[in-house]
């Protein structure tokens, strides 16, 4: 431990007093070998450090512990490139590399293209990947999905894979793990479907997994402890959370168990997003990438000092020509062999919009139904420039990327860093305009004035695609603890309709629709803001809160089948939301409404009005000419004229 720290500090000095360093004059490789390339014959091992005298690749038996079996001495290549083929079968061998700047050897350090890994990731291991495919993992095909155009016909659901089983009323066997979520027919004590069975019966279209890369805060030799993290500190980027697989000291078995998560997802109706942190690593000095090349693939200030824009102490150069071939190389990898459907960037704001593109582009190719959206905001300043960056404001300039809109997130709730604010679905005048703007997509429709709009002052997307539409995620209090906290004077049943109604305008606003698993049955983290490290107690999803709010679980799925059944709610052209969507202005003050038109969009309805009633007290609101239909209730009277809107209320209506 010390003599890590000692060469963590001699290299952060080191970048100190080179603060100058042009790392521009770093040569670059292009070729696509880098890391590990196996064959039973010989295995092939190449890394990229340009300003090494001497690199040495060492084998071991196991993944933690002993001594190396076998010291090689890596050969100077091009473009700064070392490589070492060592001959025979070197499978299920683990193994690391250091190397010598100034007189200096490194840490050793896993194989920053590393596949498979042992415990806690502090050896890459020798993997063949095709050994790893469950039974059938050739034929695995995931769900049909509309073009690339056409993305706003996902629904996403954002779980995280130990919430998502480890508590006692989740009837899932593995729980906590990869395979827990490949199990079926689970019942909570209830008798009703959790885990796998629950997301399919919900017809949500993406499944938006926290990440489950090789993190670096859960001891994985210690896994019969209590702990517990989302995972946002980047270890191995290009292989599987150990402490989700059943044995995470064989690098293998992670793999094959993640595939077969992948698998029963595809095979039951069920996309995966895939949460990646590429923004930052969890620490920066003794990374494999700063250990090998000190300072290249980090951002720093002028004194040479590490950068911070992602607040955790380091932020990484996308627009340097090697990281952005790592990134690169890495998200195509995971699209590749594990069958990725989409892909939510951390902090995306960190990263150039040249780099995004790029990524857009490659996966594009290869995925034209590929789902790619991000946060366009930073948690601190870059040395970046702004213009440069994949920011919310930038939204207009990505290619096939979604940005969130927090626009219409603390339009419907409340500010996220001010636990008494409310918004429009808690009673807050003046938060229509926010609203509206998040219901088109924000996009530049002629009837939302911008200058009421509670962040942005200009449209920033450039078709419905373009943005998320939420109100919640993991980040903050849940839906729930925000609007308890904030309504302090609330009955409980008012806080289900604030809820509902929060949900409602997700589900039937322009954009791509984001839920947060257990909206449906009001979830709660006992009011624990950031939870990212909080015991199960908080963060494990109660599936026995099913029970209580059935009549909740079963609004959200008619609205999840509602917004899948009618294209009017997921338009594609920014023109059709421009052209067929009239918000109506002279309404009661805490009234949003709106009508589409339903016929030029290609629906079934003609034409579709929905109203919102953010206030406590009812409203009768005027009805647009003709006779109506109810669309989510079963059996009702068709209504003309006016309507009575219940506090913290929504309808839909239609005429067929």
Same mark, same amino acid.
């Given at each position: 431990? =010390?003599?890590?720290?000692?060469?963590?500090?001699?290299?952060?000095?080191?970048?100190?007093?080179?603060?100058?360093?042009?790392?521009?004059?770093?040569?670059?490789?292009?070729? %696509?070998?880098?890391?590990?390339?196996?064959?039973?014959?010989?295995?092939?091992?190449?890394?990229?450090?340009?300003?090494?005298?001497?690199?040495?690749?060492?084998?071991?038996?196991?993944?933690?512990?002993?001594?190396?079996?076998?010291?090689?001495?890596?050969?100077?290549?091009?473009?700064?490139? /070392?490589?070492?083929?060592?001959?025979? &079968? *070197?499978? #299920?061998?683990? @193994?690391?590399?250091?190397?010598?700047?100034?007189? %200096?050897?490194?840490?050793?350090?896993?194989?920053?293209?590393?596949?498979?890994?042992?415990?806690?990731?502090?050896?890459?291991?020798?993997?063949?990947?095709?050994?790893?495919?469950?039974?059938?993992?050739?034929?695995? =095909?995931?769900?049909?999905?509309?073009?690339?155009?056409?993305?706003?016909?996902?629904?996403?659901?954002?779980?995280?894979?130990?919430?998502?089983?480890?508590?006692?009323?989740?009837?899932?066997?593995?729980?906590?793990?990869?395979?827990?979520?490949?199990?079926?027919?689970?019942?909570?004590?209830?008798?009703?479907?959790?885990?796998?069975?629950?997301?399919?019966?919900?017809?949500?279209?993406?499944?938006?997994?926290?990440?489950?890369?090789?993190?670096?805060?859960?001891?994985?030799?210690?896994?019969?402890? $209590?702990?517990? #993290? *989302?995972?946002?500190?980047?270890?191995?980027? %290009?292989?599987?959370?150990?402490?989700?697989?059943?044995?995470?000291?064989?690098?293998?078995?992670?793999?094959?168990?993640?595939?077969?998560?992948?698998?029963?997802? !595809?095979?039951?109706?069920?996309?995966?997003?895939?949460?990646?942190?590429? #923004?930052?690593?969890?620490?920066?000095?003794?990374?494999?990438?700063?250990?090998?090349?000190?300072?290249? @693939?980090?951002?720093?200030?002028?004194?040479?000092?590490?950068?911070?824009?992602?607040? +955790?102490?380091?932020?990484?150069?996308?627009?340097?020509?090697?990281?952005? =071939?790592?990134?690169?190389?890495?998200?195509?990898? *995971?699209?590749?062999?594990? !069958?990725?459907?989409?892909?939510?960037?951390?902090?995306?704001?960190?990263?150039?919009?040249?780099?995004?593109?790029?990524?857009?582009?490659?996966? !594009?190719?290869?995925?034209?139904?590929?789902?790619? @959206?991000?946060?366009? *905001?930073?948690?601190?300043?870059?040395?970046?420039?702004?213009?440069?960056?994949?920011?919310?404001?930038?939204?207009?300039?990505?290619?096939?990327?979604?940005?969130?809109? &927090? &626009?219409?997130?603390?339009?419907?709730?409340?500010?996220?860093?001010?636990?008494?604010?409310?918004?429009?679905?808690?009673?807050?005048?003046?938060?229509?305009?926010?609203?509206?703007?998040?219901?088109?997509?924000?996009?530049?429709?002629?009837?939302?004035?911008?200058?009421?709009?509670?962040?942005?002052?200009?449209?920033?997307?450039?078709? $419905? /695609?373009?943005?998320?539409?939420? +109100?919640?995620?993991?980040? #903050?209090?849940?839906? /729930?603890?925000?609007?308890?906290?904030?309504?302090?004077?609330?009955? $409980?049943?008012?806080?289900?309709?604030?809820?509902?109604?929060?949900?409602?305008?997700?589900?039937?606003?322009?954009?791509?629709?984001?839920?947060?698993?257990?909206?449906?049955?009001?979830?709660?983290?006992?009011?624990?803001?950031?939870?990212?490290?909080?015991?199960?107690?908080?963060?494990?999803?109660?599936?026995?809160?099913?029970?209580?709010?059935?009549?909740?679980?079963?609004?959200?799925?008619?609205?999840?089948?509602?917004?899948?059944?009618?294209?009017?709610?997921?338009?594609? !052209?920014?023109?059709?939301?421009?052209?067929?969507?009239?918000?109506?202005?002279?309404?009661?003050?805490?009234?949003?409404?709106?009508?589409?038109?339903?016929?030029?969009?290609?629906?079934?309805?003609?034409?579709?009005?929905?109203?919102?009633?953010?206030?406590?007290?009812?409203?009768?609101?005027?009805? $647009?000419?003709?006779?109506?239909?109810?669309?989510?209730?079963?059996?009702?009277?068709?209504?003309?004229?006016?309507?009575?809107?219940?506090?913290?209320?929504?309808?839909?209506?239609?005429? &067929?």
């Amino acid at each position: 431990m =010390k003599k890590t720290l000692l060469v963590a500090l001699c290299i952060i000095a080191m970048l100190k007093s080179r603060s100058q360093i042009d790392y521009s004059s770093y040569p670059v490789y292009t070729g %696509n070998d880098l890391g590990l390339t196996y064959t039973p014959a010989a295995a092939v091992f190449k890394i990229w450090s340009p300003v090494a005298q001497e690199a040495e690749l060492l084998l071991y038996k196991e993944g933690d512990g002993g001594d190396a079996v076998k010291k090689i001495n890596l050969a100077k290549d091009i473009n700064g490139t /070392w490589q070492a083929s060592v001959p025979g &079968d *070197w499978k #299920n061998f683990y @193994y690391t590399f250091r190397v010598n700047i100034n007189g %200096n050897w490194s840490n050793e350090v896993p194989d920053p293209y590393a596949k498979a890994a042992g415990v806690n990731g502090k050896r890459a291991m020798v993997v063949d990947l095709k050994a790893t495919n469950p039974p059938g993992w050739d034929k695995d =095909k995931s769900p049909a999905f509309s073009a690339t155009n056409a993305t706003t016909d996902a629904v996403l659901y954002e779980l995280h894979v130990r919430d998502a089983t480890i508590h006692a009323s989740s009837g899932v066997k593995q729980k906590g793990k990869f395979v827990g979520l490949t199990e079926l027919n689970t019942l909570s004590a209830e008798g009703l479907p959790t885990g796998l069975s629950h997301l399919k019966e919900m017809g949500v279209t993406h499944v938006h997994l926290l990440p489950f890369y090789d993190y670096n805060s859960v001891d994985e030799s210690r896994l019969n402890e $209590p702990q517990y #993290n *989302w995972g946002y500190d980047p270890l191995n980027y %290009n292989v599987p959370e150990g402490s989700y697989s059943t044995n995470p000291y064989d690098g293998a078995v992670r793999i094959k168990e993640l595939k077969q998560m992948i698998a029963a997802f !595809h095979k039951n109706g069920l996309r995966v997003v895939m949460d990646v942190v590429y #923004n930052h690593v969890a620490d920066a000095g003794s990374s494999s990438f700063n250990q090998l090349v000190p300072g290249y @693939y980090f951002r720093q200030r002028k004194d040479g000092s590490f950068s911070d824009a992602t607040a +955790c102490g380091n932020e990484t150069a996308s627009e340097r020509p090697m990281m952005r =071939k790592f990134i690169l190389e890495s998200v195509l990898y *995971w699209a590749k062999e594990y !069958h990725i459907d989409g892909f939510r960037f951390d902090l995306m704001g960190v990263h150039d919009i040249e780099t995004m593109n790029l990524i857009s582009k490659e996966l !594009h190719a290869i995925r034209p139904d590929i789902v790619l @959206y991000g946060e366009g *905001w930073t948690a601190g300043e870059s040395p970046l420039p702004d213009s440069v960056r994949a920011l919310k404001k930038n939204a207009y300039k990505l290619d096939r990327i979604a940005v969130f809109s &927090d &626009d219409i997130r603390d339009g419907i709730k409340g500010s996220v860093f001010d636990i008494d604010d409310r918004g429009f679905a808690s009673a807050k005048p003046g938060m229509e305009e926010s609203v509206k703007f998040g219901i088109t997509a924000a996009l530049n429709h002629p009837q939302v004035n911008m200058q009421k709009v509670n962040y942005s002052k200009a449209a920033y997307a450039t078709a $419905p /695609w373009n943005v998320v539409t939420y +109100c919640e995620c993991h980040d #903050n209090n849940t839906l /729930w603890d925000k609007l308890t906290l904030s309504c302090k004077d609330a009955s $409980p049943q008012q806080l289900q309709q604030m809820h509902r109604l929060a949900l409602t305008i997700v589900l039937t606003s322009q954009g791509i629709p984001f839920l947060h698993a257990g909206t449906e049955f009001f979830r709660s983290k006992k009011g624990v803001e950031n939870s990212y490290n909080a015991p199960d107690s908080i963060n494990a999803i109660n599936w026995s809160d099913k029970q209580v709010h059935r009549n909740m679980v079963s609004y959200v799925q008619q609205l999840i089948q509602l917004r899948r059944s009618h294209p009017a709610f997921r338009m594609t !052209h920014p023109a059709q939301v421009y052209e067929h969507l009239h918000l109506y202005e002279n309404v009661p003050e805490g009234i949003v409404a709106y009508s589409i038109n339903g016929t030029a969009v290609n629906d079934k309805w003609k034409k579709i009005y929905v109203a919102f009633n953010g206030n406590k007290q009812p409203v009768t609101i005027q009805l $647009p000419a003709g006779t109506w239909k109810s669309a989510m209730a079963v059996k009702s009277k068709p209504v003309s004229g006016s309507r009575r809107l219940s506090g913290f209320g929504a309808i839909i209506l239609y005429q &067929d």
